[in-house]
């Protein structure tokens, strides 16, 4: 499996942006499609952002498209998470996730995922 570290989380006011990155150890890194996840206080893990694995394909949850960006660096083993236009309701932990099968059926669901990082901590105040 490979090994997942997200960071650039923070306290942020409402319109504000953050990037938040995550790098990864331990296996070829663009043998890995991607993707970012969150998860609030009390509620599930839900899917926010997808990339493929030589980043020519990327999808958004609704509720961040438009404002959020999905990018990677397979020379630096990282994923990128460019949030701009912060909301409250943008608060929670993000969680970069790697998946091996090359399938995207169920892509934006967590059981597609191999491998998670800790997470990191993003709040956005009004």
């Known amino acids: 499996q490979v090994q997942l570290i997200e960071s650039g989380g923070g306290l942020v006011q409402a319109g504000e942006s953050l990037r938040l990155s995550c790098a990864a150890s331990g296996r070829t890194f663009s043998d890995y499609d991607m993707g970012w996840f969150r998860q609030a206080p009390g509620k599930e893990r839900d899917f926010v952002a997808a990339i493929s694995r030589r980043g020519g394909y990327t999808d958004y949850a609704d509720s961040v498209k438009g404002r959020f960006t999905i990018s990677r660096d397979n020379a630096k083993n990282t994923v990128y998470l460019q949030m701009n236009s912060l909301k409250p309701e943008d608060t929670a932990d993000y969680y970069c996730?790697?998946?091996?099968?090359?399938?995207?059926?169920?892509?934006?669901?967590?059981?597609?995922?191999?491998?998670w990082g800790q997470g990191t901590q993003v709040t956005v105040s009004s």
């Open positions: 996730a790697a998946k091996t099968s090359r399938t995207w059926v169920g892509y934006t669901t967590i059981f597609a995922y191999d491998s």
